[in-house]
């Protein structure tokens, strides 16, 4: 695969961690966050590229995860995907995200809402908060190449706890959207919260 943290190294890195470590992840520093804006700067001009790389990656490395996308779930032939329209449109939406991320790392309040909401949202889309991690290491791989020599151990550090950073706010917006249905389902005498005022 050519890239150090693909494969297993970015389960450990990224993708084996409970929610009791990951609840409290650190955001970047200030020095992480010039860094991570500098390096984006680099990595916008070819964000369609790397979102369509780190999509195939991410079906190479861990192929359960097409069960959550029904358009590439029986495709087996990689060279398809690479040119596949659908991939590329879903990589560049996933490419925006990191791109709003990035730009509110300077304003943490809208940062957690853009990841909350994100996380809830792949609530309904059947994406388990286990597969968030796995594009945060994609990402990384798909962009080293980009980068070339600017590509250093601390901007990938910086990288890293950007990415467990907004991947943990997504998992507490999946769970807080999991228990708010699972409240929802419960008919209104089994809700621990309201009386049955039925007469």
Known sequence: MGCAISGLAAKAEFGDRTTEETAGAACPSEDQIQMIKESWKVIQDDIAKVGIIMFVRLFETHPECKDVFFL???????????????????GLRVMSLIEKSVARLDQLERLEALALELGKSHYHYN?????????????????????????????EEAWKTMFQFVTSLMKHGYEEESNRQRHLALSPKDRPDKKNTAL
């Open 127 to 155: 994406a388990p908060p286990k597969y968030y991690s796995y594009v945060g290491a994609e990402f990384i791989c798909a962009v080293q190449p980009i980068l070339k020599e600017r590509w250093t151990a601390e901007l």
């Open 72 to 90: 590439f779930r029986d495709v087996e032939d990689l060279e398809r995907l690479r040119t596949s329209r659908e991939l590329r449109a879903h």
